[in-house]
Structures are given as C-alpha cells and as structure tokens.
C-alpha cells in the first residue's frame, strides 16, 4: 500500500512539473541570452502612479499592479522553438481567450483572468518563428475600462483626439 501511495504522489508531482505556469515561463526564459526581460513590481508601479496626470491613460495606469514583458525576438531560432513547444503545453486554466489571431505563422493569444466582474489578469502571448513574447498586467480593471483603452488607441490611429 505504501508503494502505491508513494507512486501515486510521484507520479503528480511530476505532472505539476510538466504543467508549467506562466512564471516559470518568465524564470526560464528571462535569463536566456538576448532575452528581454522586465519585471515592474507592484513597489515601483506606485511609485510611478504619483508622477501620473490625471488623463484617461493616467486613470489606467492607477488600475495596474504589476507588470511583466518577456521577448525572445533577439534569440536563437532554438530559443524560440523551445519557448513556442512550452507555450502549447502551458497549463492556462483559469484563463479565458479574448482573442486569437494566427497570421502567417506568428499566432497572438489575448487571455484574461477574473474574479467575479473585474478583470485581474491581462495576458499577451505571441509565438511564432520571429516574435516569441509573453506580457503579463496584473490589476484590477473593468471591461469597461479595456473598451476605453481600446476605443482611446483606435481613435489615435485613425487622426481623432
């Protein structure tokens, strides 16, 4: 019985190691030579909240918490491949798709994490054979606030504001 208990136990913790989370992606791959790797912490986004207007883009910089951006564009070709095979075996429970856009090989997935109505998690995933990069926001936003930010970006593209 006791061996049994033991493989048992073996056999999941080994299945949490092949389940990689988002952070170990970033702990992985941020220390891989040309990787890009910025983490802002929660400590230095209230320090750059004081120094914020008090515009629409002001007014959603307050909602984030922390923010993480990891890209691989400068990296090997292995690096990449690498990242993009961890990428699909990513365990993104939770999670629900904004968006998915696959344009001649290079695939973008938008991701959102919430609790209850407010959005806690933003998460940008773009793989591929050029552009490998992972962007993660943490705050708490509305989908009211993202339709701002969108409709504010798509109104400075189109000569408004």
Not at 18 to 29: K, S, T
Not at 50 to 66: L, N, P, T, W, Y
Request: aromatic share 8%; charged share 35%; net charge positive.
């Amino acid at each position: 019985m006791k061996k049994f208990v033991f493989t048992l136990l073996l056999v999941f913790v080994c299945h949490l190691g092949y389940a990689q989370g988002i952070n170990g992606l970033f702990n992985e791959f941020g220390s891989e030579k040309n990787a890009d790797c910025v983490k802002v912490s929660s400590f230095m986004m209230s320090l750059g909240k004081m120094f914020a207007g008090h515009d629409e883009d002001a007014e959603i910089i307050r909602k984030i918490k922390s923010i993480k951006v990891l890209d691989l564009e400068s990296c090997t070709a292995s690096v990449k491949e690498r990242f993009n095979k961890k990428v699909n075996k990513l365990n993104l429970k939770g999670y629900d798709e904004l968006m998915r856009v696959n344009d001649e090989g290079e695939k973008v997935r938008v991701l959102m994490k919430t609790k209850k109505e407010t959005i806690r998690e933003l998460l940008f995933v773009c793989t591929g054979k050029e552009d490998c990069t992972l962007v993660q926001i943490n705050g708490k936003f509305t989908k009211d606030d993202i339709d701002k930010l969108v409709n504010q970006e798509t109104g400075k593209k189109h000569g408004r504001r």
